[in-house]
Nanobody, 127 residues
Framework: QVQLVESGGGLVQTGDSLRLSCSAS????????MGWFRQAAGKERELVAA????????CYADSAKGRFTISRDNAKNTVYLQINSMKPEDTAVYYC????????????????????WGQGTQVTVSS
């Protein structure tokens, strides 16, 4: 079982930047593929970005390309999501997710691939 704790959410203004962090414990972090998902009120949970075990491969939802950057620090057991030029439509609960993978380069994009989830952190962007 992997424990995931997100932090860094809050209330920001349009155009601001924000960095979310997710700290993992309970399993060797470098064996985990990590993902960030978000769920806006009344909408389904959707992928924002994911990153391979090694950090060498990352993938993004089309809506996240250009403003979002996922990264990881395996020495710190932490994955990050940098969000720039924030927009009101970025308002959502952001979830960190983890999955075991044999390949060090695979990037998992479906929520069903992940079996460990954080509690989520609220991000609200005011216009």
């Amino acid at each position: 079982q992997v424990q995931l704790v997100e932090s860094g959410g809050g209330l920001v203004q349009t155009g601001d930047s924000l960095r979310l962090s997710c700290s993992a414990s309970g399993r060797t972090f470098s064996t985990l593929v990590m993902g960030w998902f978000r769920q806006a009120a009344g909408k389904e949970r959707e992928l924002v970005a994911a990153i391979s075990r090694s950090g060498g491969n990352s993938c993004y939802a089309d809506s996240a390309k250009g403003r979002f950057t996922i990264s990881r620090d395996n020495a710190k057991n932490t994955v990050y999501l940098q969000i720039n030029s924030m927009k009101p439509e970025d308002t959502a609960v952001y979830y960190c997710a983890a999955a075991s993978a044999l390949s060090s380069s695979v990037c998992l994009t479906l929520s069903g691939h992940y079996n460990n989830w954080g509690q989520g952190t609220q991000v609200t962007v005011s216009s």
